[in-house]
Protein backbone atom coordinates (compact mmCIF):
# COMPACT_ATOMS: atom_id res chain seq x y z
CA UNK A 1 0.00 0.00 0.00
CA UNK A 2 0.89 3.53 -0.56
CA UNK A 3 2.36 5.89 2.21
CA UNK A 4 0.15 8.74 0.75
CA UNK A 5 -2.55 8.84 2.61
CA UNK A 6 -6.44 8.14 1.02
CA UNK A 7 -8.44 11.79 0.76
CA UNK A 8 -10.55 13.50 -1.29
CA UNK A 9 -14.21 11.93 -3.05
CA UNK A 10 -14.56 8.22 -2.83
CA UNK A 11 -17.13 5.97 -4.31
CA UNK A 12 -18.98 2.96 -3.23
CA UNK A 13 -18.92 1.55 -7.22
CA UNK A 14 -21.60 0.23 -8.75
CA UNK A 15 -21.36 -3.34 -9.92
CA UNK A 16 -22.87 -3.46 -13.55
CA UNK A 17 -24.36 -7.15 -14.46
CA UNK A 18 -25.04 -9.18 -17.88
CA UNK A 19 -27.81 -10.36 -18.66
CA UNK A 20 -27.73 -13.28 -16.90
CA UNK A 21 -26.98 -11.33 -13.94
CA UNK A 22 -22.96 -12.62 -13.88
CA UNK A 23 -20.92 -9.15 -13.12
CA UNK A 24 -19.96 -7.40 -16.52
CA UNK A 25 -16.28 -7.05 -16.24
CA UNK A 26 -16.43 -4.65 -19.09
CA UNK A 27 -18.75 -2.59 -18.09
CA UNK A 28 -17.27 -2.28 -14.56
CA UNK A 29 -13.85 -1.47 -15.45
CA UNK A 30 -15.05 1.41 -17.75
CA UNK A 31 -17.14 3.18 -14.97
CA UNK A 32 -14.35 2.78 -12.89
CA UNK A 33 -11.93 4.51 -15.53
CA UNK A 34 -14.94 7.10 -15.38
CA UNK A 35 -14.34 7.79 -12.21
CA UNK A 36 -10.77 8.10 -12.11
CA UNK A 37 -11.05 10.51 -14.93
CA UNK A 38 -13.48 12.27 -12.45
CA UNK A 39 -10.54 12.18 -9.73
CA UNK A 40 -12.86 9.80 -7.92
CA UNK A 41 -11.39 7.22 -5.68
CA UNK A 42 -12.57 3.91 -5.97
CA UNK A 43 -14.44 2.31 -2.89
CA UNK A 44 -15.45 -0.87 -4.99
CA UNK A 45 -17.17 -3.82 -3.01
CA UNK A 46 -18.88 -1.45 -0.92
CA UNK A 47 -22.81 -1.30 0.15
CA UNK A 48 -23.97 0.69 -3.22
CA UNK A 49 -21.67 -2.15 -5.01
CA UNK A 50 -23.66 -5.10 -4.03
CA UNK A 51 -21.01 -6.30 -2.42
CA UNK A 52 -22.71 -8.88 -0.08
CA UNK A 53 -24.56 -10.10 -3.00
CA UNK A 54 -20.98 -11.20 -4.93
CA UNK A 55 -19.25 -14.48 -3.55
CA UNK A 56 -15.52 -13.67 -3.15
CA UNK A 57 -14.86 -15.50 -5.87
CA UNK A 58 -16.66 -12.56 -7.85
CA UNK A 59 -14.97 -9.63 -5.94
CA UNK A 60 -11.53 -11.41 -6.60
CA UNK A 61 -11.96 -11.45 -10.18
CA UNK A 62 -13.32 -8.07 -10.65
CA UNK A 63 -10.60 -6.64 -8.29
CA UNK A 64 -7.65 -8.67 -10.91
CA UNK A 65 -9.91 -7.36 -13.78
CA UNK A 66 -9.19 -3.54 -12.85
CA UNK A 67 -5.38 -4.64 -11.99
CA UNK A 68 -4.83 -5.75 -15.46
CA UNK A 69 -6.59 -3.31 -17.19
CA UNK A 70 -3.68 -0.93 -15.55
CA UNK A 71 -6.02 1.17 -13.24
CA UNK A 72 -3.89 2.35 -10.21
CA UNK A 73 -4.10 0.05 -7.07
CA UNK A 74 -3.50 3.16 -4.71
CA UNK A 75 -7.00 5.12 -5.63
CA UNK A 76 -8.58 1.84 -4.76
CA UNK A 77 -10.36 1.21 -1.21
CA UNK A 78 -12.29 -1.97 -1.95
CA UNK A 79 -14.45 -3.43 1.02
CA UNK A 80 -13.13 -6.64 2.20
CA UNK A 81 -15.33 -6.91 5.13
CA UNK A 82 -17.59 -10.08 5.73
CA UNK A 83 -19.52 -12.17 8.50
CA UNK A 84 -16.80 -15.04 8.23
CA UNK A 85 -13.97 -13.87 8.95
CA UNK A 86 -12.44 -16.15 6.93
CA UNK A 87 -13.64 -14.31 4.18
CA UNK A 88 -12.79 -11.11 5.12
CA UNK A 89 -9.15 -12.57 5.60
CA UNK A 90 -8.76 -13.74 1.79
CA UNK A 91 -9.79 -10.49 0.10
CA UNK A 92 -8.02 -8.41 2.36
CA UNK A 93 -5.13 -9.84 2.03
CA UNK A 94 -5.37 -10.04 -1.76
CA UNK A 95 -6.38 -6.28 -1.59
CA UNK A 96 -2.93 -5.66 0.13
CA UNK A 97 -0.88 -7.64 -1.88
CA UNK A 98 -2.45 -5.79 -5.13
CA UNK A 99 -1.28 -2.41 -3.57
CA UNK A 100 -4.49 -0.90 -2.61
CA UNK A 101 -4.43 2.38 -0.81
CA UNK A 102 -6.33 0.85 1.46
CA UNK A 103 -9.70 -1.51 2.68
CA UNK A 104 -12.87 -0.61 3.76
CA UNK A 105 -14.48 -3.26 6.70
CA UNK A 106 -17.50 -3.66 7.56
CA UNK A 107 -17.83 -5.57 11.20
CA UNK A 108 -19.17 -9.24 10.88
CA UNK A 109 -22.93 -8.24 10.48
CA UNK A 110 -25.31 -11.40 10.94
CA UNK A 111 -25.40 -11.52 15.17
CA UNK A 112 -26.95 -8.26 16.58
CA UNK A 113 -26.05 -6.94 20.01
CA UNK A 114 -22.19 -8.10 19.89
CA UNK A 115 -20.09 -6.51 22.65
CA UNK A 116 -17.27 -4.25 21.78
CA UNK A 117 -14.72 -6.72 22.62
CA UNK A 118 -16.09 -9.68 19.94
CA UNK A 119 -15.73 -6.75 17.64
CA UNK A 120 -12.33 -5.60 18.45
CA UNK A 121 -11.32 -9.38 18.48
CA UNK A 122 -13.06 -9.51 14.79
CA UNK A 123 -11.20 -7.18 13.69
CA UNK A 124 -7.90 -8.49 15.21
CA UNK A 125 -8.09 -11.72 13.81
CA UNK A 126 -8.07 -10.05 9.98
CA UNK A 127 -5.10 -7.53 10.88
CA UNK A 128 -3.28 -10.55 12.72
CA UNK A 129 -3.81 -12.88 10.07
CA UNK A 130 -2.98 -10.65 7.32
CA UNK A 131 -0.06 -9.11 9.16
CA UNK A 132 1.33 -7.05 6.74
CA UNK A 133 2.34 -3.62 7.55
CA UNK A 134 1.35 -1.87 4.54
CA UNK A 135 -2.57 -2.67 5.59
CA UNK A 136 -4.51 0.54 6.03
CA UNK A 137 -7.78 -0.47 7.00
CA UNK A 138 -10.64 2.10 6.93
CA UNK A 139 -13.77 1.14 9.68
CA UNK A 140 -17.20 1.06 7.99
CA UNK A 141 -19.62 2.19 10.36
CA UNK A 142 -23.10 2.19 8.40
CA UNK A 143 -25.54 1.09 11.63
CA UNK A 144 -28.53 1.87 9.39
CA UNK A 145 -27.84 -1.66 7.47
CA UNK A 146 -25.31 -3.59 9.38
CA UNK A 147 -27.29 -2.69 12.61
CA UNK A 148 -23.28 -3.29 14.25
CA UNK A 149 -22.56 -0.25 15.24
CA UNK A 150 -18.73 0.57 15.47
CA UNK A 151 -18.79 2.80 18.91
CA UNK A 152 -15.96 5.35 19.62
CA UNK A 153 -14.86 3.07 22.30
CA UNK A 154 -13.76 0.45 20.00
CA UNK A 155 -12.06 2.80 17.63
CA UNK A 156 -10.51 3.77 20.73
CA UNK A 157 -9.12 0.65 21.86
CA UNK A 158 -8.31 -0.48 17.72
CA UNK A 159 -6.31 2.88 17.52
CA UNK A 160 -3.94 1.90 20.36
CA UNK A 161 -3.52 -1.92 19.58
CA UNK A 162 -2.86 -0.86 16.26
CA UNK A 163 -2.05 2.48 15.06
CA UNK A 164 -0.16 2.04 11.79
CA UNK A 165 -3.25 -0.03 10.92
CA UNK A 166 -6.47 1.89 11.69
CA UNK A 167 -6.30 4.21 9.63
CA UNK A 168 -9.97 5.97 9.32
CA UNK A 169 -13.65 5.19 9.06
CA UNK A 170 -16.46 5.52 6.71
CA UNK A 171 -19.07 7.29 8.30
CA UNK A 172 -22.63 5.51 7.18
CA UNK A 173 -24.45 6.83 10.33
CA UNK A 174 -26.13 9.82 9.13
CA UNK A 175 -25.88 11.25 12.67
CA UNK A 176 -23.83 14.05 12.35
CA UNK A 177 -22.74 14.58 16.31
CA UNK A 178 -21.21 11.19 15.86
CA UNK A 179 -18.86 12.69 12.92
CA UNK A 180 -18.23 15.29 14.75
CA UNK A 181 -17.30 13.25 17.74
CA UNK A 182 -14.93 11.13 15.21
CA UNK A 183 -13.21 14.50 14.20
CA UNK A 184 -12.78 15.68 17.27
CA UNK A 185 -11.21 12.84 19.51
CA UNK A 186 -9.51 10.82 16.57
CA UNK A 187 -8.56 12.93 13.81
CA UNK A 188 -5.91 15.17 15.26
CA UNK A 189 -4.08 10.93 15.72
CA UNK A 190 -4.05 10.64 11.72
CA UNK A 191 -7.18 9.04 11.71
CA UNK A 192 -8.88 9.91 8.78
CA UNK A 193 -12.47 10.56 8.70
CA UNK A 194 -14.63 10.03 5.72
CA UNK A 195 -18.53 11.40 5.74
CA UNK A 196 -20.36 8.31 4.12
CA UNK A 197 -21.72 10.55 2.27
CA UNK A 198 -21.35 13.89 0.34
CA UNK A 199 -24.70 15.35 2.64
CA UNK A 200 -21.47 16.29 5.10
CA UNK A 201 -19.08 16.91 2.69
CA UNK A 202 -18.48 20.45 3.50
CA UNK A 203 -18.84 20.04 7.19
CA UNK A 204 -16.81 17.21 7.47
CA UNK A 205 -14.13 19.17 5.46
CA UNK A 206 -14.64 22.45 8.13
CA UNK A 207 -14.17 20.03 10.46
CA UNK A 208 -11.18 18.62 9.90
CA UNK A 209 -12.05 15.84 7.73
CA UNK A 210 -10.65 14.13 4.35
CA UNK A 211 -13.48 13.81 2.14
CA UNK A 212 -16.40 11.60 1.61
CA UNK A 213 -16.97 8.14 0.52
CA UNK A 214 -20.58 8.37 -1.33
CA UNK A 215 -23.19 6.62 -3.48
CA UNK A 216 -24.24 9.19 -5.59
CA UNK A 217 -20.28 10.03 -6.73
CA UNK A 218 -21.02 7.54 -9.08
CA UNK A 219 -23.38 9.39 -10.89
CA UNK A 220 -22.74 13.01 -10.05
CA UNK A 221 -19.25 13.26 -9.64
CA UNK A 222 -17.86 16.47 -10.75
CA UNK A 223 -19.51 18.90 -8.69
CA UNK A 224 -18.47 16.92 -5.42
CA UNK A 225 -15.20 17.29 -6.57
CA UNK A 226 -15.09 20.60 -7.11
CA UNK A 227 -16.55 21.11 -3.95
CA UNK A 228 -14.03 19.33 -2.58
CA UNK A 229 -11.30 21.20 -4.51
CA UNK A 230 -12.44 24.46 -3.59
CA UNK A 231 -14.45 24.00 -0.17
CA UNK A 232 -12.68 26.82 1.80
CA UNK A 233 -13.68 29.19 -1.29
CA UNK A 234 -17.02 31.43 -1.70
CA UNK A 235 -19.78 29.84 -2.62
CA UNK A 236 -19.04 26.57 -0.93
CA UNK A 237 -22.38 26.52 1.01
CA UNK A 238 -24.39 26.84 -2.41
CA UNK A 239 -22.35 23.84 -3.81
CA UNK A 240 -23.47 21.75 -1.06
CA UNK A 241 -27.02 23.01 -1.59
CA UNK A 242 -26.71 21.81 -5.05
CA UNK A 243 -24.92 18.50 -4.36
CA UNK A 244 -28.46 18.12 -1.70
CA UNK A 245 -30.82 18.99 -4.53
CA UNK A 246 -29.57 16.53 -6.79
CA UNK A 247 -29.43 13.81 -3.96
CA UNK A 248 -32.58 13.88 -3.04
CA UNK A 249 -33.91 13.67 -6.55
CA UNK A 250 -32.43 10.36 -6.54
CA UNK A 251 -33.32 9.40 -2.77
CA UNK A 252 -36.84 9.42 -3.53
CA UNK A 253 -35.86 5.92 -4.94
CA UNK A 254 -33.88 2.77 -3.61
CA UNK A 255 -30.47 4.14 -4.30
CA UNK A 256 -28.88 1.17 -6.20
CA UNK A 257 -31.50 1.15 -8.41
CA UNK A 258 -31.85 4.34 -9.32
CA UNK A 259 -28.08 5.61 -9.85
CA UNK A 260 -28.11 2.12 -12.21
CA UNK A 261 -31.37 3.63 -13.53
CA UNK A 262 -29.70 7.16 -14.30
CA UNK A 263 -26.44 5.84 -16.09
CA UNK A 264 -28.41 3.59 -18.32
CA UNK A 265 -30.72 6.75 -19.55
CA UNK A 266 -27.23 9.07 -20.09
CA UNK A 267 -25.52 5.95 -21.28
CA UNK A 268 -28.26 4.35 -24.05
CA UNK A 269 -27.26 1.31 -22.45
CA UNK A 270 -30.06 -0.44 -20.94
CA UNK A 271 -28.03 -3.58 -19.25
CA UNK A 272 -27.10 -0.99 -16.44
CA UNK A 273 -30.42 -1.17 -14.60
CA UNK A 274 -29.67 -4.86 -13.97
CA UNK A 275 -29.58 -5.32 -9.86
CA UNK A 276 -29.56 -8.51 -8.10
CA UNK A 277 -32.05 -9.66 -5.75
CA UNK A 278 -33.04 -8.93 -2.90
CA UNK A 279 -32.73 -5.28 -5.19
CA UNK A 280 -35.61 -4.64 -7.96
CA UNK A 281 -34.56 -2.56 -10.69
CA UNK A 282 -36.47 0.81 -11.39
CA UNK A 283 -39.90 0.42 -13.20
CA UNK A 284 -40.58 2.41 -16.33
CA UNK A 285 -42.94 4.91 -14.41
CA UNK A 286 -40.33 5.22 -11.69
CA UNK A 287 -37.56 5.67 -13.96
CA UNK A 288 -39.23 8.52 -15.82
CA UNK A 289 -40.06 10.62 -12.33
CA UNK A 290 -36.07 10.31 -12.11
CA UNK A 291 -35.32 11.28 -15.21
CA UNK A 292 -37.61 14.48 -15.04
CA UNK A 293 -36.46 15.48 -11.50
CA UNK A 294 -32.72 15.13 -12.89
CA UNK A 295 -33.45 16.96 -16.08
CA UNK A 296 -35.53 20.07 -13.94
CA UNK A 297 -32.25 20.49 -11.84
CA UNK A 298 -30.01 20.43 -15.33
CA UNK A 299 -28.07 16.89 -14.20
CA UNK A 300 -25.45 16.48 -16.23
CA UNK A 301 -22.54 13.15 -16.11
CA UNK A 302 -19.58 14.96 -17.76
CA UNK A 303 -17.29 12.43 -20.44
CA UNK A 304 -20.56 10.20 -20.30
CA UNK A 305 -19.63 8.94 -24.05
CA UNK A 306 -16.17 7.51 -21.66
CA UNK A 307 -19.03 4.94 -20.21
CA UNK A 308 -20.65 3.71 -23.45
CA UNK B 1 -33.86 -36.01 -0.33
CA UNK B 2 -36.49 -38.27 1.22
CA UNK B 3 -40.01 -38.30 0.64
CA UNK B 4 -41.20 -38.64 4.04
CA UNK B 5 -41.41 -34.96 5.51
CA UNK B 6 -39.13 -33.74 8.33
CA UNK B 7 -40.94 -33.91 11.69
CA UNK B 8 -39.82 -33.19 15.46
CA UNK B 9 -36.89 -31.70 17.55
CA UNK B 10 -34.39 -30.19 15.24
CA UNK B 11 -31.60 -28.23 16.76
CA UNK B 12 -29.44 -25.87 15.04
CA UNK B 13 -25.94 -28.15 15.70
CA UNK B 14 -23.42 -25.70 18.12
CA UNK B 15 -19.95 -25.65 15.96
CA UNK B 16 -17.08 -26.85 18.41
CA UNK B 17 -13.58 -25.32 17.30
CA UNK B 18 -10.27 -26.23 18.10
CA UNK B 19 -7.58 -23.80 19.55
CA UNK B 20 -6.78 -22.00 16.83
CA UNK B 21 -10.88 -21.40 16.06
CA UNK B 22 -10.66 -23.80 12.82
CA UNK B 23 -13.74 -26.29 12.78
CA UNK B 24 -13.51 -29.17 15.28
CA UNK B 25 -14.26 -31.98 12.87
CA UNK B 26 -14.08 -34.87 15.31
CA UNK B 27 -16.12 -32.91 18.06
CA UNK B 28 -18.60 -31.93 15.77
CA UNK B 29 -19.29 -34.99 14.19
CA UNK B 30 -19.68 -37.11 17.67
CA UNK B 31 -21.95 -33.99 18.75
CA UNK B 32 -24.38 -34.90 15.79
CA UNK B 33 -24.28 -38.55 16.68
CA UNK B 34 -25.31 -38.08 20.07
CA UNK B 35 -28.10 -35.54 19.12
CA UNK B 36 -28.93 -38.48 16.72
CA UNK B 37 -29.34 -40.72 19.29
CA UNK B 38 -31.45 -38.47 21.56
CA UNK B 39 -33.61 -38.32 18.43
CA UNK B 40 -33.06 -34.83 17.50
CA UNK B 41 -32.35 -33.97 14.11
CA UNK B 42 -29.79 -32.24 12.50
CA UNK B 43 -29.98 -28.54 11.55
CA UNK B 44 -26.31 -28.11 11.03
CA UNK B 45 -25.31 -24.55 9.73
CA UNK B 46 -28.22 -22.72 11.69
CA UNK B 47 -27.81 -19.26 13.93
CA UNK B 48 -26.86 -21.33 16.58
CA UNK B 49 -23.82 -22.94 14.82
CA UNK B 50 -22.06 -19.52 13.68
CA UNK B 51 -22.95 -20.92 10.18
CA UNK B 52 -22.41 -17.01 8.71
CA UNK B 53 -18.85 -17.22 10.43
CA UNK B 54 -17.63 -20.30 8.79
CA UNK B 55 -16.90 -20.07 5.05
CA UNK B 56 -18.76 -21.91 2.50
CA UNK B 57 -15.77 -24.33 2.27
CA UNK B 58 -15.83 -24.99 5.92
CA UNK B 59 -19.45 -25.52 5.67
CA UNK B 60 -18.86 -28.35 2.71
CA UNK B 61 -15.99 -29.85 4.45
CA UNK B 62 -17.75 -30.12 7.75
CA UNK B 63 -21.03 -31.66 5.55
CA UNK B 64 -18.56 -33.87 4.17
CA UNK B 65 -17.20 -35.13 7.24
CA UNK B 66 -21.07 -35.93 8.47
CA UNK B 67 -21.65 -38.40 5.32
CA UNK B 68 -18.52 -39.84 5.48
CA UNK B 69 -18.73 -40.53 8.84
CA UNK B 70 -21.86 -42.48 7.89
CA UNK B 71 -24.67 -40.08 9.26
CA UNK B 72 -28.15 -40.18 7.57
CA UNK B 73 -28.80 -37.34 5.62
CA UNK B 74 -31.95 -37.47 5.75
CA UNK B 75 -32.40 -36.41 8.98
CA UNK B 76 -30.60 -33.32 8.45
CA UNK B 77 -31.66 -29.95 7.71
CA UNK B 78 -28.20 -27.50 6.88
CA UNK B 79 -29.17 -24.22 6.62
CA UNK B 80 -27.84 -22.77 3.04
CA UNK B 81 -28.97 -19.11 2.83
CA UNK B 82 -26.64 -16.06 1.95
CA UNK B 83 -26.11 -12.95 1.40
CA UNK B 84 -24.69 -14.16 -2.18
CA UNK B 85 -26.96 -15.71 -3.90
CA UNK B 86 -24.19 -17.83 -5.95
CA UNK B 87 -22.78 -18.90 -2.19
CA UNK B 88 -26.66 -20.20 -1.70
CA UNK B 89 -26.96 -22.17 -4.72
CA UNK B 90 -23.86 -23.90 -4.44
CA UNK B 91 -24.57 -25.02 -0.99
CA UNK B 92 -28.26 -26.10 -1.66
CA UNK B 93 -26.97 -27.83 -4.59
CA UNK B 94 -24.43 -30.06 -1.92
CA UNK B 95 -27.13 -30.36 0.22
CA UNK B 96 -29.31 -31.68 -2.33
CA UNK B 97 -26.70 -33.55 -3.89
CA UNK B 98 -26.13 -35.47 -0.47
CA UNK B 99 -29.79 -36.32 -0.15
CA UNK B 100 -30.60 -34.13 3.05
CA UNK B 101 -33.71 -34.48 3.75
CA UNK B 102 -34.38 -30.60 4.03
CA UNK B 103 -32.44 -26.74 3.71
CA UNK B 104 -33.21 -24.15 6.24
CA UNK B 105 -33.19 -21.05 4.14
CA UNK B 106 -32.37 -17.49 5.24
CA UNK B 107 -32.85 -14.59 2.85
CA UNK B 108 -30.16 -12.42 2.02
CA UNK B 109 -29.45 -10.11 5.19
CA UNK B 110 -27.49 -7.70 4.49
CA UNK B 111 -29.59 -4.89 2.79
CA UNK B 112 -32.85 -3.52 5.07
CA UNK B 113 -36.13 -2.67 3.50
CA UNK B 114 -36.08 -5.04 0.70
CA UNK B 115 -39.53 -5.73 -1.54
CA UNK B 116 -41.02 -8.81 -1.28
CA UNK B 117 -40.47 -9.06 -4.92
CA UNK B 118 -36.90 -8.85 -4.63
CA UNK B 119 -37.11 -11.63 -1.81
CA UNK B 120 -39.14 -13.57 -4.33
CA UNK B 121 -36.49 -13.37 -6.69
CA UNK B 122 -34.31 -14.51 -4.20
CA UNK B 123 -35.26 -17.63 -3.20
CA UNK B 124 -36.96 -18.01 -6.97
CA UNK B 125 -33.42 -17.30 -8.08
CA UNK B 126 -31.79 -20.62 -6.03
CA UNK B 127 -34.99 -22.77 -7.09
CA UNK B 128 -34.08 -22.46 -10.56
CA UNK B 129 -30.76 -22.75 -10.48
CA UNK B 130 -30.36 -25.48 -8.45
CA UNK B 131 -33.41 -27.38 -10.21
CA UNK B 132 -33.71 -30.45 -8.84
CA UNK B 133 -37.26 -31.64 -7.85
CA UNK B 134 -35.84 -33.41 -4.37
CA UNK B 135 -35.01 -29.77 -3.03
CA UNK B 136 -37.37 -28.89 0.24
CA UNK B 137 -36.97 -25.30 1.20
CA UNK B 138 -37.43 -24.54 4.82
CA UNK B 139 -37.70 -20.33 4.91
CA UNK B 140 -36.22 -19.11 8.10
CA UNK B 141 -37.95 -16.13 9.19
CA UNK B 142 -35.59 -14.74 11.73
CA UNK B 143 -36.30 -11.55 11.65
CA UNK B 144 -34.68 -10.35 15.60
CA UNK B 145 -31.32 -11.28 13.83
CA UNK B 146 -31.68 -10.32 9.93
CA UNK B 147 -34.11 -7.87 10.13
CA UNK B 148 -35.64 -9.11 6.95
CA UNK B 149 -38.98 -11.14 7.69
CA UNK B 150 -40.59 -13.52 5.37
CA UNK B 151 -44.17 -12.05 4.97
CA UNK B 152 -47.18 -14.13 5.24
CA UNK B 153 -47.50 -12.62 1.58
CA UNK B 154 -44.18 -14.13 0.38
CA UNK B 155 -44.78 -17.19 1.79
CA UNK B 156 -48.07 -17.57 0.08
CA UNK B 157 -46.77 -16.57 -3.31
CA UNK B 158 -43.69 -18.77 -2.73
CA UNK B 159 -45.74 -22.06 -2.15
CA UNK B 160 -47.97 -20.79 -5.46
CA UNK B 161 -44.98 -20.80 -7.96
CA UNK B 162 -42.73 -23.68 -5.95
CA UNK B 163 -45.74 -25.93 -4.20
CA UNK B 164 -43.36 -28.75 -4.33
CA UNK B 165 -39.76 -27.08 -3.31
CA UNK B 166 -41.35 -24.66 -0.61
CA UNK B 167 -42.00 -27.31 2.47
CA UNK B 168 -41.94 -25.06 5.60
CA UNK B 169 -40.76 -22.53 7.84
CA UNK B 170 -39.25 -22.20 11.13
CA UNK B 171 -40.79 -19.26 13.17
CA UNK B 172 -38.28 -17.64 14.91
CA UNK B 173 -39.85 -14.18 14.95
CA UNK B 174 -40.72 -14.97 18.90
CA UNK B 175 -44.48 -13.64 17.89
CA UNK B 176 -46.58 -16.45 18.66
CA UNK B 177 -49.61 -14.50 16.33
CA UNK B 178 -47.35 -14.93 13.68
CA UNK B 179 -46.77 -18.65 14.19
CA UNK B 180 -50.36 -19.20 14.15
CA UNK B 181 -50.99 -17.10 11.33
CA UNK B 182 -49.03 -19.39 9.62
CA UNK B 183 -50.63 -22.79 10.77
CA UNK B 184 -53.85 -21.45 9.87
CA UNK B 185 -52.83 -20.15 6.46
CA UNK B 186 -50.22 -22.75 5.42
CA UNK B 187 -50.42 -26.00 7.14
CA UNK B 188 -53.08 -27.21 5.83
CA UNK B 189 -51.63 -26.65 2.57
CA UNK B 190 -48.22 -29.16 3.88
CA UNK B 191 -46.40 -26.19 4.68
CA UNK B 192 -44.76 -27.46 7.56
CA UNK B 193 -44.06 -25.25 10.55
CA UNK B 194 -41.74 -25.95 12.79
CA UNK B 195 -41.22 -23.35 16.25
CA UNK B 196 -38.05 -21.18 16.15
CA UNK B 197 -37.66 -22.34 19.80
CA UNK B 198 -39.38 -25.15 22.53
CA UNK B 199 -41.05 -22.42 24.28
CA UNK B 200 -43.97 -22.59 21.53
CA UNK B 201 -43.40 -26.53 21.02
CA UNK B 202 -46.44 -27.50 22.80
CA UNK B 203 -48.39 -24.74 20.61
CA UNK B 204 -47.17 -25.45 17.54
CA UNK B 205 -47.89 -28.76 18.32
CA UNK B 206 -51.63 -28.09 19.35
CA UNK B 207 -52.07 -26.04 16.51
CA UNK B 208 -51.17 -28.35 14.27
CA UNK B 209 -47.13 -27.73 13.59
CA UNK B 210 -44.79 -30.07 13.14
CA UNK B 211 -42.10 -29.78 15.60
CA UNK B 212 -39.56 -27.20 16.65
CA UNK B 213 -35.79 -26.28 15.67
CA UNK B 214 -34.27 -24.84 18.52
CA UNK B 215 -30.38 -24.20 20.13
CA UNK B 216 -31.28 -25.68 23.14
CA UNK B 217 -31.77 -28.70 21.68
CA UNK B 218 -27.97 -29.10 21.77
CA UNK B 219 -28.24 -29.05 25.53
CA UNK B 220 -31.35 -30.13 26.84
CA UNK B 221 -32.36 -32.47 24.03
CA UNK B 222 -34.15 -35.65 25.68
CA UNK B 223 -37.27 -33.69 27.53
CA UNK B 224 -37.82 -31.73 24.30
CA UNK B 225 -38.16 -34.81 22.53
CA UNK B 226 -40.42 -36.56 25.11
CA UNK B 227 -42.84 -33.88 25.00
CA UNK B 228 -42.49 -33.79 21.67
CA UNK B 229 -43.50 -37.30 21.73
CA UNK B 230 -46.35 -37.22 24.38
CA UNK B 231 -47.73 -33.65 23.81
CA UNK B 232 -51.43 -35.29 23.77
CA UNK B 233 -51.00 -36.74 26.94
CA UNK B 234 -51.22 -35.51 30.43
CA UNK B 235 -49.02 -33.55 32.06
CA UNK B 236 -47.48 -32.05 28.77
CA UNK B 237 -48.08 -28.79 29.98
CA UNK B 238 -45.64 -29.39 33.13
CA UNK B 239 -42.91 -30.61 30.32
CA UNK B 240 -43.53 -27.32 28.93
CA UNK B 241 -43.58 -25.69 32.54
CA UNK B 242 -39.68 -27.56 32.67
CA UNK B 243 -38.46 -26.90 29.22
CA UNK B 244 -38.88 -22.85 30.12
CA UNK B 245 -37.27 -23.20 33.25
CA UNK B 246 -33.96 -24.19 31.59
CA UNK B 247 -34.06 -22.39 28.72
CA UNK B 248 -34.53 -18.97 31.29
CA UNK B 249 -31.03 -20.29 32.72
CA UNK B 250 -29.49 -20.72 29.10
CA UNK B 251 -30.96 -16.86 28.50
CA UNK B 252 -29.29 -15.30 31.27
CA UNK B 253 -26.20 -14.78 28.80
CA UNK B 254 -25.45 -14.71 25.20
CA UNK B 255 -27.11 -18.05 23.87
CA UNK B 256 -24.60 -19.64 22.02
CA UNK B 257 -21.37 -19.31 24.30
CA UNK B 258 -23.64 -20.11 27.28
CA UNK B 259 -24.39 -23.72 25.60
CA UNK B 260 -20.64 -24.42 24.83
CA UNK B 261 -19.64 -23.88 28.37
CA UNK B 262 -22.30 -26.19 29.71
CA UNK B 263 -21.23 -28.92 27.11
CA UNK B 264 -17.78 -28.09 28.49
CA UNK B 265 -18.75 -28.20 31.79
CA UNK B 266 -20.37 -31.52 30.99
CA UNK B 267 -17.91 -33.15 29.11
CA UNK B 268 -15.10 -31.95 30.89
CA UNK B 269 -13.63 -30.51 27.28
CA UNK B 270 -12.87 -26.78 28.15
CA UNK B 271 -11.97 -26.64 24.02
CA UNK B 272 -15.69 -26.17 23.86
CA UNK B 273 -16.14 -23.08 25.31
CA UNK B 274 -14.48 -21.74 22.10
CA UNK B 275 -17.04 -19.30 19.89
CA UNK B 276 -15.88 -17.06 17.06
CA UNK B 277 -15.81 -13.54 16.80
CA UNK B 278 -17.65 -11.19 16.85
CA UNK B 279 -19.18 -13.72 19.82
CA UNK B 280 -17.24 -13.66 23.08
CA UNK B 281 -16.88 -16.49 25.47
CA UNK B 282 -18.56 -17.14 28.90
CA UNK B 283 -16.05 -15.69 31.28
CA UNK B 284 -15.62 -18.23 34.68
CA UNK B 285 -17.60 -16.15 36.73
CA UNK B 286 -20.63 -16.08 34.07
CA UNK B 287 -19.66 -20.10 33.84
CA UNK B 288 -19.87 -20.85 37.68
CA UNK B 289 -23.62 -18.92 37.23
CA UNK B 290 -24.80 -20.58 34.86
CA UNK B 291 -23.69 -24.65 35.85
CA UNK B 292 -25.20 -22.86 39.30
CA UNK B 293 -28.60 -22.32 38.11
CA UNK B 294 -28.35 -25.59 35.93
CA UNK B 295 -27.53 -27.70 38.97
CA UNK B 296 -30.47 -25.85 40.61
CA UNK B 297 -32.85 -27.42 38.16
CA UNK B 298 -31.49 -31.07 38.48
CA UNK B 299 -30.19 -30.46 34.51
CA UNK B 300 -28.76 -33.73 32.98
CA UNK B 301 -27.24 -34.47 29.44
CA UNK B 302 -28.20 -38.38 29.07
CA UNK B 303 -25.08 -40.41 27.39
CA UNK B 304 -22.81 -37.60 27.87
CA UNK B 305 -20.19 -39.80 27.90
CA UNK B 306 -20.77 -40.08 23.84
CA UNK B 307 -19.63 -36.66 23.44
CA UNK B 308 -16.69 -36.85 25.49
Chains 1, 2 share one sequence.
Not at 221 to 243: F, I
Not at 246 to 268: D, Y
Not at 274 to 292: H, I, N, S
Amino acid sequence: MTTTRLRGVFSPVLTPFNADLTPSVERFTRHCRWLLEQDVGLSIFGTNSEATSLTLAEKRRLLDALLEAGLPAARMMPGTGACALGDAIELTRHAVEAGCGGVLMLPPFYYKGVSDEGLFRSFATVIDAVADERLKIYLYHIPPVTQVPISLGLIERLLKAYPGTIAGVKDSSGDWNNTEAMLRNFQPQGFDVFAGSETFLLANMRGGGVGCITATGNVNPAPMVALYDSWQQEGADEQQHALDATRAVFQQFPLIPAMKAAIAWKTGDAAWRAVRPPLVELDAAQAQTLEGGLERLGFDMPYVEDLM
